[in-house]
């Protein structure tokens, strides 16, 4: 079996998808900065009663997730396999949310899949272009 990989353009999908994760994290970072800073609970009148939800601990939820989006995008720009790995988990994870929101915002979610389908396509099948690509 030969070393040579031949990179194609579906390494822009790989970068694409790190560039996602990091955007991503950036936001849950600054959602969760605000959360852990700003009040600690939010109350929501909701028909059923009165709904109280503890921030600070969603802002922890997101501030580590935010980390942890930005280390695994980086880590995938640098061709990374293990990065692979957990991006096409996080990419599913996110194919599954977009699925269960298909009646609530139906053109958003399908787009998202879309994307979501394409960027696990090119993790998978064309991965090993991204570690070759950084090699060059």
């Known amino acids: 079996m030969s070393n040579d990989v031949t990179v194609t353009g579906w390494t822009g999908w790989g970068i694409f998808a790190g560039v996602l994760l990091i955007i991503g994290g950036v936001i849950d ?5 605000a959360a852990v800073i700003g009040p600690d609970s939010s109350y929501f009148l909701t028909t059923s009663g009165l709904f109280m939800v503890d921030v600070a601990g969603w802002g922890w939820w997101h501030l580590i997730s935010g ?18 790995v957990i991006a096409i988990i996080l990419v599913a994870l996110n194919a599954l949310g ?19 389908i394409l960027i696990i396509y090119a993790l998978t099948v064309h991965g090993r272009e991204l570690k070759a690509a950084q090699a060059k």
Do not use: K
């Not at 970072?29 to 900065?33: A, H, K």
């Not at 980390?67 to 692979?84: C, M």
């Not at 977009?98 to 979501?116: G, K």
């Open 67 to 84: 980390a942890l989006l930005i280390f695994v995008g980086i880590s995938l720009i640098a061709g990374a396999t293990w990065a692979r």
């Open 29 to 33: 970072l600054i959602f969760g900065l």
């Open 98 to 116: 977009q699925l269960s929101l298909l009646s609530a915002q139906p053109w958003l979610s399908l787009i998202l899949l879309a994307v979501d």
